[in-house]
């Protein structure tokens, strides 16, 4: 007898285990794919390539020719580094991000083309009043 109501609630339970994953695989059956798929940065790649953080920075700079914007960050003159952004050419601005990338900062590059250069200049901006305080992206410096 305790064998038989054994069986009947085990396969009872299996029934009504089955019959709820049913309607809840019918009410999931689709698979939404995004419209617009995001493209990621690969950030293991510039991990590996650059272990020494933005202490580099300034001497990958000024070896490639932006001695001018190198100086302000080593003084950490901020309004210096707006007003020379401003002035920024399309081709130099390129070539700061090309600099990124190629010396390990591709996160940094990537961040810099998203944006683009107005945006850029927005940005630091909008991070002067942190700088007073040493944080943000280049308090460092």
């Known amino acids: 007898m305790r064998r ?7 396969l009872s339970v299996v ?3 089955l019959i709820g994953g049913m309607a809840l695989a019918k009410g999931t059956n ?8 995001v493209n990621t ?22 070896e490639n020719g932006l001695t001018d914007m190198a100086n ?9 580094m707006d007003k020379l952004m401003e002035n920024l050419s ?6 700061m991000i090309k600099i ?3 010396n390990g900062y591709g996160n940094m590059a990537a961040m810099m083309e998203s944006i683009g250069k107005n945006g850029m200049i927005e940005m630091h901006k909008a991070m002067e ?11 460092g410096f």
């Open 30 to 37: 689709s698979v939404a794919l995004p419209k617009n798929p």
């Open 72 to 80: 302000l960050m080593e003084k950490g003159d901020f309004k210096g």
């Open 4 to 10: 038989k109501l054994l069986i009947t609630v085990v």
């Open 129 to 139: 009043g942190m700088h007073s305080w040493n944080s943000g992206m280049m308090g």
């Open 90 to 95: 399309d081709a130099d601005y390129q070539k």
């Open 100 to 102: 990124m990338r190629d």
């Open 41 to 62: 940065v690969n950030q293991t790649k510039d991990i590996r390539q650059n272990n020494y953080g933005y202490e580099n920075m300034i001497e990958i700079m000024k």
């Open 15 to 17: 029934l009504i285990g």
